[in-house]
Nanobody, 130 residues
Framework: QVQLVESGGGWVQAGGSLRLSCAVS???????????VSWFRQAPGKERDWVIS????????SSADSVKGRFTISSTSVKNTVDLQMNNLKSEDTAMYYC????????????????????WGQGTQVTVSS
């Protein structure tokens, strides 16, 4: 099992920055340390969209075109967290942000499909005011 707990959401003006953190724990993660961890987001009335991913064993990252150059993802085994740094935020970034993970021993980019993800956090709200 893997447990995910998000933190760091809030309100920010357009052009500002926020940093989200996803605390990763659980027996599966501790034993294998081979996870794909992604951030997804969902705005009211819209589908859940993939934002950005990192493979914890190789630190391979990938991101959606809409956030390239603005969002970065990082992982640290010391703190067992996966962080999302969001810069130059726009009103369209307003959404509930979810951390999600699945176990994977591969080496390529992680999947961007929600159905692949077995573990989900509860979400943290990000509101960007224009």
């Amino acid at each position: 099992q893997v447990q995910l707990v998000e933190s760091g959401g809030g309100w920010v003006q357009a052009g500002g920055s926020l940093r989200l953190s996803c605390a990763v724990s659980g027996a599966t993660y501790t034993k294998h340390r081979h996870l794909c961890v992604s951030w997804f987001r969902q705005a009211p009335g819209k589908e859940r969209d993939w934002v950005i991913s990192i493979r914890t064993a190789t630190l391979t990252t990938s991101s959606a075109d809409s956030v390239k150059g603005r969002f970065t993802i990082s992982s640290t085994s010391v703190k067992n967290t996966v962080d999302l740094q969001m810069n130059n935020l726009k009103s369209e970034d307003t959404a509930m942000y979810y951390c999600a993970a699945y176990t994977s021993s591969g080496v390529g980019a992680c999947s961007n499909g929600p159905v692949m993800y077995d573990y989900w956090g509860q979400g943290t709200q990000v509101t960007v005011s224009s």
